[in-house]
């Protein structure tokens, strides 16, 4: 079954509204990832978490990784349009190769 | 610049039939990835490929099988396609990092 749940599934904000969405594990992860599908495209890779408690920012993007290594963020602050896409995250656990996709989060961004 | 190329963008098949879905990379890795994407599941990994010739069965195997003959191409087959293997497909290749390639949007009528 699903093991990387993500809520919400979709949201619909206000440019220039803030953006968050949520990521969490049944098991603890070696490293999270999170990923960005623009409409028609194909998922491309923004950051790695490595560390518990772990606070990375791209610009407007802030990830977090949590305390217990089950659980991660992403937040937007101020949205554009360019912003559009669905965020996916994806755990690894310490052993073996596999990624576990969380079901992502779709946002629109309404001019 | 990083590559992963897959043989289809858009396939129709038809149920009972043998789909071959082909995957390439050029970046060297050991690790490669087939992925079906569809509305509310998000990514559900098929198989994935460690090595030439090695293969490991992900969370949804059942009705597809894979093939690794060349570190630089995973294929994915279809053995006798069915309606509710309509789906995106996707290859990925990774060391660290997963690169996708465009995906193949597959209908089976």
């Known amino acids: 079954g699903q093991q990387v749940m993500q809520i919400p599934q979709y949201q619909h904000v206000q440019e220039g509204e803030d953006f968050t969405t949520y990521c969490n594990s049944s098991?603890?992860?070696?490293?999270i990832q999170w990923y960005k599908q623009r409409p028609g495209g194909h998922p491309v890779f923004l950051i790695q978490?490595?560390?518990?408690?772990e606070v990375k920012k791209q610009k407007r993007l802030t990830f977090q990784f949590g305390e217990a290594k089950k659980n991660s963020s992403l937040h937007i602050t101020a949205t554009q349009t360019t912003d559009v896409g669905t965020y996916f995250c994806?755990?690894?656990?310490?052993?073996?190769?596999?990624?576990?996709f969380g079901t992502g989060t779709s946002l629109t961004v309404i001019p | 610049d990083v590559k992963v190329t897959q043989s289809s963008r858009y396939l129709v098949k038809r149920t009972g039939e043998k789909v071959f879905l082909e995957c390439v990379q050029d970046?060297?890795?050991?690790?490669m990835f087939w992925y079906r994407q569809d509305p509310g599941l998000g990514l559900r990994l098929i198989y994935f490929?460690?090595?030439?010739?090695?293969?490991e069965k992900g969370d949804i195997p059942e009705g597809y099988s894979v093939s690794r003959e060349k570190k630089e191409r995973f294929s994915l087959i279809l053995e006798s396609a069915s309606t509710n293997q309509t789906s995106m497909y996707l290859c990925?290749?990774?060391?660290?990092?997963?690169?996708f390639g465009p995906g193949t949007r597959l209908l089976v009528l």
């Open positions: 990925a290749s990774s060391f660290i990092i997963q690169y």
């Open positions: 098991t603890t992860l070696s490293n």
């Open positions: 978490l490595v560390k518990s408690g």
């Open positions: 994806a755990g690894r656990r310490d052993t073996g190769n596999q990624f576990y």
């Open positions: 970046m060297d890795h050991e690790n």
């Open positions: 490929s460690y090595d030439v010739k090695m293969k």
